[in-house]
Structure formats: C-alpha cells, structure tokens
C-alpha cells in the first residue's frame, strides 16, 4: 500500500440493537477524541435525579421529570463505542452506576462494517481505486432505571459491580507487594568481615616505613 494513501472512511449505519426504546432515549455515542467529563456532564444531566431536585420541590410522578433548563429526566440510557472508543465508553458506564445507584444493564457486543478507500498517489502511473471493509468491534451498553429481561444475555444486575469492587479489593490486600524491597544475604548490617574484600590495591607486608622493593627485580641483582 505504499503507493496509495487513504482518501476517506466510510461507516456503514449500525442499528441500535435495543428495541423498543422510548423515542427520546438519550444516545451518548463515545469517540476516540471524546471529553468523558462532556460525556458525562450530558449524561448525568439527563439520568441525575440532583439536577431535578435543584428547581422543583421533588420528581414527579412518571417516567419522566421535567428539569428546569427544559430538559427532561429519563429513564433510560444507551452509551456506544467503537474501536479503540469501547474502553471509554466502559468507563463513562462504570462511572455513571457509581453516580446513579439502581441502574439496570444490558450489554451488547456486535462488529460494524468500516470501509476505506485508497487513491493512488500516481493516478497516470495506472493504479485503480481500492476499498477496504474492515469490521470493527462495537459496544452497546442500555443504563435503565426500570426492570430488564434477566434471561437475556449481557444482563447485569443492579449493585453488582459493588461485588466485583469487594472482591478486588480483598484480591488486592491478600497479595503482596511488589514494591517492597528484599533483603539480600550477607549484605545486612551484620557483615563485617571481608566486606571490602578484593577492592583496591594489594597491600604488601613488610617492616613500618620501610622502602617498597621494585617488582621484577632480584635483592641481589646489579642495576
């Protein structure tokens, strides 16, 4: 592909896969660019019962409460991500049950089709136009407030991720550190014998003060 260079990206329209949605479900679709503190401020924004309660008395009666910037508290809602933006859009769901105590979840894992198409970079060099279909891994995570159907798959239960937190955490405390450094043997400060053993110049032994006899020579030799 090195006489080619990409020219644009194409995504095939991707059904949600949830159906019967209310028609004015929020969809917080994350990108790989995307803000989480803007995903979540939309998002808490819509599904946060504090922003109701800062312009009326209490939440009304029904599914869904009128806040005072004339938004409407849902009931539910649905975070996407594709491609490398799944990892955000986990985190923006785990972020929102820790905000939102109480919530349902339903998973969904499907792959997208992504085409992209490849120009030649010397179109008089005879080079055709290539498109490229990839599929690419996406997530859809549904966040309600009311009951789901338990038998289907990628169902999570309300308060569980509390369980997967404890147990972590205990996981975490049975195990132990790797920052603590080990002693090694006969390096502590016991060792004083021969500590400096094979380090530095040999000493010789001879009479105090007297002169050192050259090497390589005899005593008895003439100069």
């Known amino acids: 592909m090195e006489n080619y260079k990409k020219e644009r990206t194409v995504e095939q329209p ?55 910037s004339g938004e409407k508290l849902c009931r539910q809602i649905v ?11 986990i985190t923006c769901v ?21 085409q992209e198409v490849w120009e030649p970079l ?5 080079l055709d136009s290539l498109t490229v279909s990839r599929n690419v891994p996406s997530i859809w995570v549904l966040l309600s407030r009311d009951s789901l159907d338990k038998n289907q798959p990628g169902y999570q239960a309300p308060g569980s991720f509390d369980a997967l937190w404890a147990q972590a ?30 380090k530095g110049p040999r000493k010789h032994v001879g009479r105090p003060g007297g002169p050192r006899k050259p090497l390589g020579h005899a005593s008895g030799g003439q100069d």
């Open 169 to 198: 955490l205990k996981e975490e405390a049975a195990t132990p550190k790797h920052g603590q450094r080990r002693k090694r043997g006969g390096t502590g400060s016991g060792r004083t014998e021969g500590a400096g053993r094979g």
């Open 94 to 114: 785990e972020i929102m049950k820790r905000r939102v105590h109480g919530l349902h979840q339903q998973t969904k894992l499907i792959y997208r089709t992504v």
């Open 122 to 126: 010397e179109p008089e060099a005879g």
């Open 14 to 68: 991707c059904p949600c896969p949830f159906p019967d949605l209310p028609s004015d479900t929020p969809e917080v679709r994350v990108k790989d660019g995307s803000k989480i503190r803007n995903l979540m401020r939309f998002a808490l924004s819509r599904m946060e019962e504090k922003t109701a309660s800062a312009d009326h008395s209490g939440p009304q009666e029904g599914s869904e409460v009128s806040v005072g």
């Open 79 to 89: 975070f996407m991500g594709v491609g490398q933006s799944v990892a955000k859009a």
